[in-house]
Structure formats: C-alpha cells, structure tokens
T-cell receptor, first 117, second 116 residues
Framework: AQKVTQAQTEISVVEKEDVTLDCVYE???????LFWYKQPPSGELVFLIR??????QNEISGRYSWNFQKSTSSFNFTITASQVVDSAVYFC??????????????FGTGTRLQVTL | GAVVSQHPSRVICKSGTSVKIECRSL??????MFWYRQFPKKSLMLMAT?????????EQGVEKDKFLINHASLTLSTLTVTSAHPEDSSFYIC????????????FGPGTRLTVL
C-alpha cells in the first residue's frame, strides 16, 4: 500500500526566510510518480511539480526547489526567500505508474505554511 | 489547456435533500475522473474513480448508494449526494486525467457543500 507522510503540520516563517517542507513516501512499486500541490485559502489545488521515480535530479523553478532522494524515500520541497503569497497548505502526493487502470493519487496530510511580514 | 471546472462552487442545502455536483473537462476528453473529499484542515481522500460509460469504482468505506457517480460523457462526471446530512458537509474536489498524460490529474476548483 502507498503512503505519504508529511510530518510537519504547520510551519510559520518570517518573510524572506527559506523553508523546507518534508515529504516521505512508501511504495512497493519500482515505477511511481511524486507530486507537490499548493492549496491556497480559495481551496483550488495548484500543481507545482511531478517527478518520476527514475529521475533523481533535483529541480529548481524560481524560488522553488525540490530534492528527491530515493535512498531515503524523500521528496522535499524548499521555498527560498519566502513571501506572504506562499502562505498555503502544501500537499505531497504519490501515484503508482499507470498500468491501464486508473492510477490513484495518495496524498499526504499536508503542511500549512504561514509566512508573516 | 487541461482545464477542469466544477459547478456549483458552493451549495447550502437542507438535511434530507439531494445535491448534484458537476465536474467538466473544458478543453479535453477525460476517460477517467476522480472524486475527492476534504474535511476542514484535512487531506484529500479519494472517494471514487469514474470511468466514462461504466460504473464508478468506490474506495473502501464510501457508500455507493449515498454518493452516486455518473460519467455519462467524456467531458462530464456528476456526483450526487443523496439524502444529505450535516456530516456530509465537506469540500468535494474532482480531477480528470488526460489520456495522453495518464500519470497526471488536473483538478477542479472544488465545491463546498454545507448541509444544515
């Protein structure tokens, strides 16, 4: 069974601080996909990144970066120089590889990030 | 591309009534749609997987007769909460999968249901 753990329930930082959101996953599949989503107060999920299990390269997109470590089953997300607009709930999710039937997404419990001035 | 809409965005109903929520893929055909439920400050829980032209597959613990799902066309899936009760109050989110990108899901904006 798949499982995603986001141990940090809430994080509060001051603007311009860097912050890392942790994500640890469990799966028996050798091929899988990892995702990060942002959910602002409006409720709509915003897709941030997708990473497949064969690609362990770290990725940077502006102030966002992701560190995928297969050895520790972790897919951590760092926001550099945080801004108030980054305040949201962030979800890490795991999907088994598409096999012809619907590939389900398993979500972590989310980390609420509060960025204050 | 890959836009998913939901209607209504917010609904308030009386206990005992039924409520229908629509999920539409606006610019693509979705053979598979998913329905999630999210309680306040909680994670998204998959309720069911909806395949066009066939019966939905429900997750364990989800009442099929309570949450009726119909996926009658490649662009529309509906979730009907029958005989709603206050404990059904929640945020319902649908997602759709683009056939050409089977490992991604595109999410709708969600529907907030309040049952009085």
């Amino acid at each position: 069974a798949q499982k995603v753990t986001q141990a940090q329930t809430e994080i509060s930082v001051v603007e311009k601080e860097d912050v890392t959101l942790d994500c640890v996953y469990e799966t028996r599949d050798t091929t899988y996909y990892l995702f990060w989503y942002k959910q602002p107060p409006s409720g709509e999920l915003v897709f941030l990144i997708r990473r497949n299990s064969f690609d362990e390269q770290n990725e940077i997109s502006g102030r966002y970066s992701w560190n995928f470590q297969k050895s520790t089953s972790s897919f951590n997300f760092t926001i550099t120089a945080s801004q108030v607009v980054d305040s949201a709930v962030y979800f890490c999710a795991l999907s088994e590889s598409f096999t012809g039937t619907a590939s389900k997404l398993t979500f972590g419990t989310g980390t609420r990030l509060q960025v204050t001035l | 591309g890959a836009v998913v809409s939901q209607h209504p965005s917010r609904v308030i109903c009386k206990s005992g009534t039924s409520v229908k929520i629509e999920c539409r893929s606006l610019d693509f055909q979705a053979t598979t749609m998913f329905w999630y439920r999210q309680f306040p400050k909680k994670s998204l829980m998959l309720m069911a997987t909806s395949n066009e032209g066939s019966k939905a597959t429900y997750e364990q613990g989800v009442e099929k007769d309570k949450f009726l799902i119909n996926h009658a066309s490649l662009t529309l899936s509906t979730l009907t909460v029958t005989s709603a009760h206050p404990e059904d109050s929640s945020f319902y989110i649908c997602s759709a999968r683009v056939p050409a990108r089977p490992n991604e899901q595109f999410f709708g904006p969600g529907t907030r249901l309040t049952v009085l």
